[in-house]
């Protein structure tokens, strides 16, 4: 009895509590506060995990469904990638490192760099897990499909940072399991001082992103925030493309001049269509007139340029880059390529320091694998990206002065080499002929 009658005043407990937070709820919710946060408290710039998800899919969609939406990422990595990269290392040991790591088959830096900075514009990031060989340091890149990421834990003191990458991982037998690998960051901890790691990079996990503010934590794809006019210039296209179908459809009108309901009937049932080039005979009582529908509707190239300029400012390219430059001259599309040299410029350098610090981890790793000896040896190297130039034009008189020495206008001075001839002086790899 005793034990029922405590669980009783327990219940009661509790309904009370309950019913002071919930009139406490309700108070909250008459404000007008209710729901909003201060201006100078702390902000979420992030999106839920869903609604990335679905950015994501909606990029991918659009690459794969939309002209417009598949040639934007094509172009961006175009000019990234370019003619392709190239490195340098000044010392042997150094250099036969990153030759390693550079042409390694699971690697492969020649060939899937495009397919890498498709990716990055695609689904606003790029996520490697890493695996280094013990004894030397060796390091294969594993690629992770930012879908399959539920979390990015960034540093509590310094957002910029991040710690923590959560992804779904897929079991051998069934099912997934949530993995969390540490983001490759440079062991600064002063409690780590004399260690192998200490002020080298760390980690198992390269976390790249783009088309995101410090305090984010996931990156954006560059179709973002054109998607949805993108998906309005598609259906708008469509519907044009239904009005022109159907304005290609006529009907024959058959007037059947004093005929009764049964002659009318009967003179219906032996109505043929006539073939083209045909012979068809009547009297003054029957009319044969084509008819078409009549849809009063205006021509709309004025709404799809609308739209499709409106999707070209918001990725940053001008519309000649996307054959619409009938309004264009010469001076005015010059003059509107700088902005977007500038933007593409600002992806390619963003793309080599990519590069560069995943070639910085693999030295490191090597020397914290004990296998290379940085004592006495430049550690340094250089990634070499392929120019993103602007159009050469020449003047008049650099013309008349070409015309005079009889060279053709854009052709090399002789002491000048081409690209293809330092390419096979100095090796794609950068490794330089030795004496």
């Known amino acids: 009895m005793r034990k029922m009658e405590q669980r009783r005043k327990l219940k009661e407990s509790i309904k009370v509590k309950e019913k002071k937070i919930q009139e406490a709820v309700d108070i909250g919710r008459g404000t007008e506060d209710y729901g909003w946060t201060p ?12 609604t990335q998800k679905r950015m994501q899919d909606i990029a991918a969609y659009l690459y794969d469904a939309n002209p417009i939406g598949h040639r934007i990422p094509e172009m961006m990595k175009d000019f990234v990638i370019g003619d392709g990269y190239t490195w340098e290392a000044p010392d042997k040991d150094v250099k036969a490192i990153i030759k390693s790591f550079w042409n390694d088959p699971l690697n492969d830096f020649d060939r899937r760099l495009d397919i890498r900075a498709l990716e990055l514009s695609i689904m606003g990031e790029l996520i490697f897990k890493t695996f280094v060989a013990q004894q030397t340091g060796h390091v294969r890149l594993g690629y992770i499909d930012p879908g399959k990421v539920t979390k990015v834990v960034l540093d ?3 957002p910029e940072i991040a710690k923590e990458v959560h992804w ?10 949530t993995d969390k690998l540490q983001v490759i960051n440079y062991d600064l901890d002063p409690h780590r001082t004399g260690e192998a790691t200490y002020e080298r990079l760390a980690g198992n996990c390269f976390f790249f992103a783009i088309n995101k503010v410090a305090s984010a934590s996931r990156g954006k794809s560059d ?11 598609d259906a708008f296209l469509f519907t044009r ?15 059947y001049e004093g005929g009764s309901k049964t002659e009318i009937e009967d003179f219906a049932k032996g109505i043929v269509m006539p073939k083209p080039g045909s012979v068809r005979v009547h009297n003054e009582k029957v009319t044969w007139k084509a008819v078409t529908p009549k849809l009063e509707a205006g021509d709309a190239s004025r709404e799809a340029k609308l739209f499709k300029d409106q999707i070209l400012a918001g990725a940053g390219f001008p519309p000649h880059y996307f054959s619409s430059g009938e309004q264009t001259g010469r001076s005015t599309s010059e003059s509107m390529n700088l902005p977007t040299l500038k933007m593409l410029r600002s992806r390619q350098r963003y793309f080599t320091k990519i590069i560069e610090f995943i070639i910085q981890y693999v030295i490191d790793q090597a020397i914290i694998a004990g296998y290379l000896k940085p004592t006495g040896k430049d550690l340094s190297f250089k990634i070499n990206a392929s120019p993103i130039q602007e159009r050469i034009t020449f003047s ?6 070409k015309r005079a020495a009889g060279t053709k206008i854009g052709d090399k001075p002789e002491d000048e080499e081409s690209p293809e001839e330092e390419t096979e002086k100095g090796g794609k790899d950068g490794e330089k002929e030795e004496d």
């Open 39 to 50: 201006i100078t408290g702390g902000a979420e710039r992030d999106v839920t995990a869903l």
């Open 156 to 158: 509590s003191d310094n």
């Open 168 to 177: 779904r991982k897929r079991q051998k037998n069934y099912g997934y399991k």
């Open 223 to 233: 179709l973002l925030s054109i998607a949805d006019m993108i998906d309005a210039h």
């Open 241 to 255: 493309l239904e009005r022109a179908n159907l304005l290609n459809v006529f009907i024959w009108d058959i007037l």
């Open 396 to 401: 008049a008189y650099e013309m008349k002065q």
